[in-house]
């Protein structure tokens, strides 16, 4: 509560918004009251007291007040200072009411938010007391426009009540309603006001509503569910009958129509007190003497009594006595609301109150409920369960009884009323569809984890759209009517067939997407059973498609005979989904292995269609070795094709003269694809395609395949000359001898074919880097093949061999042994003269040869002979270059170099090398012993894994004896030899040496 000082005055007048409180007081003051921080502004009128104020207005943004006197001035308080504006326009003027533009006001005031000009009203309509209305703009403080509007037509009486809204689906078209104590107006137009009330203006409006009564005051209110977005939603006039309230449904009306049509009027309590008594006929009825309006509450000021009503159940909820607080603050005098903040005041004449309303939705679920108003229950259930249940349980009911079962079923599956109560109803009302409708949202709600309920509900709604499939493939039910001609009867059954398609085609479509969608719970196999028992196979294909069951598919297309389908269905890696994408299947290799043979051997066709599919698929997925079966079956019955082709060209009418055209091998493109274009090494592969590649009537596809695997065939080269000899195909033997390197066989099949193959086969021997022995052998085959076929004819075969002469490297004298006795040589002079250059050549080079070894052979006696006479001095000052140590008095060992030293120093020092590198006594002059003794090549051999393993070698891991070591120490000089190279990269003061290297440190 806030009160005032009473040195003001006492409240006359109150308008609320946006948390600021406008007072008008009976002494000329105005007094601005901020909530939030109890800030008070006082204004007085600049009249100073010779005026009083009749009513203060404030827009919903609380930043415009208008103040009118009972004298008939108007004030305009100018915002954010204690500046009051007289409107001239409006001089002898008494405002009743006020109707702000709140989006005029609000946009206004964000502008003011974001330091722009806010100072402007927009266009106001104001209520006189004289039943006129005007339009007022004031603007920086300056009253820019005024004018009066229309004006009721039959006698004076007080607009008391004036309220406007905008309509949603156009921002130029308004609504304004007018009250008097007896009448209500309604106004629609636009885009500006004058243009709204010119279209009333001339001639009596009779287009309002009455109530009789004697008031001299009433108010208008509108409620709205969302302020400033919404549209208000209902209005209420205070009359004496009661309050007249409606709903307002704002729509395309024209100027003319109601936006409150619906209305109706409420009663006074009946326990208001007589203090406010008016008389009517037969008696008395108590009035309030202001009225609000909350969302569901009517709030009722009378003389010393405060009532809220409830608007939907009309009853009362709170009733108070005001009479001890109206002697301790004055006569209670009016309410006030504020919109913007959802905020109700009640004034005295000396004091301020809030009226508070907690919960004030509590019960109104219940009573929407009562009223049959489901949708509006259900929006204030505020997310409680057992009252969200309980209303769509009514609902459902009540939809179920007037014969709405689909809605019912929709509704039934948000309740927790039990499955089988629901589903048992359905059923015996006979009601499938609405069932199914049902079923599919129950689906839709029960958890994952139910897996049996989740099958059980997918497998009856399977069986409840089979069911209803067959029905509309039946007959159509036979039609009674027998009114009309035959035409219009024919008409309409043809219409009732296409609406019969229609919805078996929507219903098969509607089954369709059901499968996508839950074929993860359906059980498949059960699934297939129903299907099938209804004869459905387009929806059983359909669904093996969904579940990719490609084994069924391809089954079931080849049953029927189409291959093509078959092999489409077996190629197609993706299966459908319901989102209208593709998921993509897991490869199944067992099925091209399954179902191969009988794709292969349907037609040639399909045979090459299925090889093209094979050859598509990656490499990685397909053994091409289990295809292998396939493939002979299908070349079995490609030869059956090729007779029974063959049979009927013997008998037509040529004879047989025709032409046979056959096809492509298909087995050869597929193996010889696979073996081409991956590193394929099973031989079962190679062997099958040199089968097929034998029986090709060309030579070309097999010598081709051979030379592509060159000298290491993958295939059995021996089986391949098998079908070779077999088939007649010498030439393709020859190039596997070839490959092979059996050179010798390779150019005595070729012998067989002609000379020219033989020779080129001698050359490539030759190029192949064969020895001179072996090369000689080939041609000699080559030439003793042409002497023995040219025996009748020495001449020619002489010329044929001087010929195979000039390109190899036999000479005449190897040859001549193959011609007969008694030949004539003439014809081989060149040759043999050639060959006796060649041998004098040879010659020289062997005594060349000869002369040098023998050169050789002295050098080496020579140094034998200088080394056995050979000494070394050793004096017996001398000292050992390991050690330093005299020599003289202990076993030595001295090395040509002039190197001396003790034999135990020598075998240390070859042993602490041995350590670090023992692989190095394996090679070099070390050699000579290490390698030669068993003993010590498997000791080195151990120690040299030791040291690659642990970085140094363990000597305890052998068995040698310094003598051992001493014998390896002996051949080389650790100071002059590899030793020494081998350890120039390691550091000169080793680990056991660093206490020396820390001595000499600085």
């Known amino acids: 509560e806030w009160k005032l000082d009473k040195r003001y005055g006492r409240i006359a007048s109150l308008s609320a918004g946006n948390n600021t409180l406008l007072m008008g007081t009976d002494m000329g003051w105005v007094i601005r009251f901020t909530v939030v921080d109890d800030r008070k502004v006082r204004i007085e009128l600049p009249s100073h007291g010779r005026e009083n104020i009749h009513r203060v207005f404030l827009d919903p943004t609380g930043t415009h007040g208008l103040v009118s006197t009972v004298e008939g001035t108007t004030y305009y308080i100018v915002p954010g200072s204690k500046r009051m504006v007289q409107l001239k326009g409006l001089r002898g003027v008494v405002i009743e009411s006020v109707a702000w533009n709140k989006h005029s006001v609000i946009a206004a005031s964000s502008k003011s938010s974001r330091g722009l000009s806010a100072t402007s009203t927009g266009s106001v309509l104001l209520g006189t007391r004289k039943g006129s209305i005007y339009e007022v703009i004031v603007e920086e403080g300056k009253e820019k426009f005024s004018k009066r509007l229309w004006e009721i037509d039959d006698g004076p009486m007080p607009i008391c009540g004036l309220q406007m809204d905008v309509f949603p689906t156009d921002n130029t078209k308004f609504f304004v309603m007018a009250a008097t104590p007896t009448r209500h107006y309604q106004f629609i137009g636009g885009p500006t006001y004058e243009a709204l009330f010119s279209r009333y203006v001339g001639g009596r409006y009779r287009g309002f509503q009455e109530l009789p009564g004697r008031l001299s005051y009433s108010e208008l209110h509108f409620s709205y569910n969302e302020y400033p977005n919404g549209n208000a939603q209902r209005c209420a006039w205070l009359t004496q009958a009661g309050i007249f309230q409606g709903d307002l449904v704002f729509g395309a009306q024209s100027p003319g129509d109601k936006v409150c049509d619906q209305h109706d009027l409420v009663n006074y309590p009946p326990t208001a007190g007589l203090d406010g008594k008016v008389g009517v006929s037969g008696g008395f009825v108590a009035v309030p003497l202001s009225i609000a309006m909350s969302q569901f509450h009517y709030l009722l000021?009378?003389?010393?009594?405060?009532?809220?009503?409830?608007?939907?159940?009309?009853?009362?909820?709170?009733?108070?006595?005001?009479?001890?607080?109206?002697?301790?603050?004055?006569?209670?005098?009016?309410?006030?609301?504020?919109?913007?903040?959802?905020?109700?005041w009640m004034f005295s004449e000396h004091c301020v109150f809030e009226v508070l309303i907690v919960n004030e939705d509590r019960d109104v679920w219940r009573l929407l409920l009562e009223k049959g108003d489901f949708d509006g229950a259900l929006r204030h259930c505020k997310e409680s369960k057992p009252k969200l249940d309980m209303v769509r349980s009514k609902q459902a009911d009540k939809l179920f009884s007037q014969g709405y079962y689909k809605e019912a079923a929709r509704v039934y599956a948000q309740t927790t009323r039990t499955f089988e109560e629901i589903t048992l109803q359905f059923v015996t009302a006979g009601k499938p569809r609405a069932l199914k409708t049902y079923l599919l949202l129950k689906l839709g709600s029960l958890p994952a984890t139910a897996e049996t309920q989740l099958t059980m509900v997918s497998t009856w709604v399977t069986e409840i759209y089979l069911s209803e499939l067959a029905d509309l493939d039946g007959p159509p039910p036979e039609s009674w009517d027998t009114s009309g001609d035959e035409k219009e009867r024919e008409a309409a059954a043809r219409r009732a067939a296409e609406e019969r398609a229609g919805e078996r085609k929507r219903v098969s479509a509607d089954f369709r997407r059901f499968l996508e969608d839950h074929y993860d719970i359906l059980d498949q196999a059960t699934t297939f059973n129903i299907i099938s028992s209804h004869g459905r196979t387009a929806e059983l294909t359909h669904y093996a498609e969904v579940i990719g069951d490609r084994d069924w598919l391809v089954r079931h297309s080849l049953s029927r005979g189409k291959a093509k389908m078959a092999l489409l269905i077996l190629a197609k890696y993706w299966t459908r989904h319901s989102t209208g994408k593709r998921k993509k299947a897991a490869f199944d290799s067992d099925l091209y292995y399954r179902y191969a043979p009988a794709l292969l051997t349907h037609s040639e066709r399909i045979a090459k269609e299925m090889v093209t599919t094979l050859i598509r698929i990656d490499k990685k997925l397909l053994d091409p070795a289990r295809l292998i079966p396939a493939f002979v079956r299908y070349d079995a019955a490609r030869k059956l094709r090729?007779?029974?082709?063959?049979?009927?060209?013997?008998?037509?009418?040529?004879?047989?003269?025709?032409?046979?055209?056959?096809?492509?091998?298909?087995?050869?493109?597929?193996?010889?694809?696979?073996?081409?274009?991956?590193?394929?090494?099973?031989?079962?592969?190679?062997?099958?395609?040199?089968?097929?590649?034998?029986?090709?009537?060309?030579?070309?596809?097999?010598?081709?395949?051979?030379?592509?695997?060159?000298?290491?065939?993958?295939?059995?080269?021996?089986?391949?000359?098998?079908?070779?000899?077999?088939?007649?195909?010498?030439?393709?033997?020859?190039e596997i001898h070839k490959v092979v390197g059996e050179y010798e066989e390779a150019i005595k099949v070729a012998l067989t074919i002609n000379l020219q193959l033989a020779q080129l086969i001698a050359i490539e021997a030759e190029k192949a880097g064969v020895d001179e022995e072996r090369s000689k052998k080939l041609w000699l085959l080559v030439a003793r093949h042409v002497i023995e076929v040219e025996k009748h004819d020495v001449e020619m075969a002489t010329r044929k061999v001087s010929d195979i002469l000039k390109h190899c490297s036999l000479r005449i004298d190897e040859v001549l042994p193959f011609f007969p006795d008694f030949v004539k040589i003439g014809s081989f002079k060149g040759e043999v003269v050639r060959s006796l250059e060649q041998y004098n050549q040879k010659i020289r080079s062997l005594k060349e040869e000869m002369d040098e070894h023998t050169k050789t052979a002295q050098r080496i006696r020579a140094d034998i002979e200088a080394q056995r006479n050979r000494t070394a001095v050793v004096s017996e000052t001398r000292r050992c270059d390991l050690s330093g140590e005299q020599v003289t008095a202990r076993p030595m060992t001295a090395f040509p170099c002039g190197h001396v030293f003790l034999t135990d120093k020598l075998v240390s020092n070859v042993i602490k090398f041995a350590q670090k590198k023992p692989r190095a006594l394996l090679s070099g002059p070390f050699a000579a012993v290490t390698t030669k003794e068993e003993k010590l090549r498997r000791a080195l051999d151990s120690l040299a894994k030791d040291a690659q393993e642990r970085g140094t070698a363990n000597l305890a891991l052998v068995n040698l004896t310094r003598a051992d070591w001493a014998r390896i120490a002996s051949h080389e000089c650790p100071l002059c030899g590899s030793m020494m190279i081998l350890t120039c990269h390691d550091p000169l003061i080793g680990p056991d040496e660093a206490k020396e290297a820390d001595s000499w440190a600085i």
């Open 642 to 734: 090729q007779r029974e082709m063959k049979d009927k060209k013997d008998s037509a009418e040529d004879g047989g003269r025709g032409v046979i055209n056959e096809a492509p091998h298909q087995g050869i493109r597929y193996f010889s694809n696979v073996v081409d274009s991956t590193d394929m090494k099973d031989p079962a592969v190679h062997n099958y395609l040199v089968s097929l590649l034998v029986e090709h009537p060309r030579d070309d596809p097999l010598i081709k395949f051979v030379e592509r695997w060159g000298h290491e065939p993958v295939y059995e080269y021996k089986l391949a000359l098998a079908m070779c000899h077999r088939h007649n195909k010498m030439r393709a033997a020859s």
């Open 301 to 344: 000021l009378f003389k010393g009594q405060f009532i809220c009503t409830n608007r939907l159940s009309r009853e009362v909820v709170y009733d108070i006595s005001l009479k001890t607080d109206a002697k301790r603050y004055g006569a209670f005098r009016g309410l006030g609301c504020d919109l913007s903040q959802g905020t109700f």
